[in-house]
């Protein structure tokens, strides 16, 4: 019987570096015709693309989510942060993801697949959902971006919970709410390439569905 792996403890990761995240200067938040047609041709060409959504929290039992409300997609160089209070990215958002030839990458995507779902009425094709991997490779638990970055790179991820429950429907995010995104994406983005390079192309391939 396979040896079930586990990742570093939060105390182990607490004393590694950080992880070298996206600045402010990689992200985008495309508007115009022109910057949508630039953005969507970045994309299009990404084999890989890191994926996540975010959307305002709930906090009663009888709320209903309207989320989400933040889409983000990523390439190596540029995180493109989508508030989806603009309808004019929604044909660009649609396009990316039911594309069979970008492979959209993150964590926990099922629940992501099913918002997409019920927001824009499209089935995202190409996903690659790194839980799965981490479980090919004989780890126990979900790790989430956060052990998967110390698991994959020896490095710390910081995750502000104050910025992830903070609300994702402003008419303008800030600082902070534009690096948590951009980063969540581009970290899923960067450990696929680790798992290449460490030699696991092959359980990649397998499990994009």
């Known amino acids: 019987m396979k040896e079930k792996l586990l990742p570093p403890t939060r105390e182990q990761i607490a004393l590694f570096p950080p992880f070298p995240g996206m600045t402010l200067d990689h992200i985008q938040q495309p508007g115009s015709p022109e910057a949508l047609d630039s953005a969507l041709e970045d994309l299009l060409a990404s084999p890989f693309v890191g994926f996540d959504t975010e959307s305002k929290p709930v906090f009663r039992k ?17 995180a493109y942060i989508f508030q989806l209070q603009d309808h ?11 594309s069979k030839q970008v492979v959209k990458v993150g964590f926990g995507l099922q629940s992501d697949r099913s918002h997409i779902r019920r927001k824009f009425g499209v089935e995202i094709s190409a996903i690659l959902d790194l839980d799965a991997v981490y479980r090919k490779l004989g780890y126990r638990r979900q790790l989430g971006v956060k052990a998967a970055i110390a698991v994959q790179f020896g490095q710390k991820f910081n995750k502000s919970k104050r910025v992830s429950t903070s609300n994702w429907a402003l008419p303008k995010l800030s600082d902070a709410q534009l690096l948590y995104a951009a980063n969540d994406a581009y970290a899923a983005l960067k450990i696929v390439q680790g798992l290449q390079q460490a030699g696991h192309g092959q359980i990649v391939d397998e499990l994009i569905c």
């Open 62 to 78: 009888d709320q209903t989510s309207a989320g989400p409300h933040v889409v983000q997609l990523c390439t190596p160089q540029t």
């Open 88 to 98: 004019a990215a929604y044909p660009l958002i649609c396009q990316v993801l039911e």
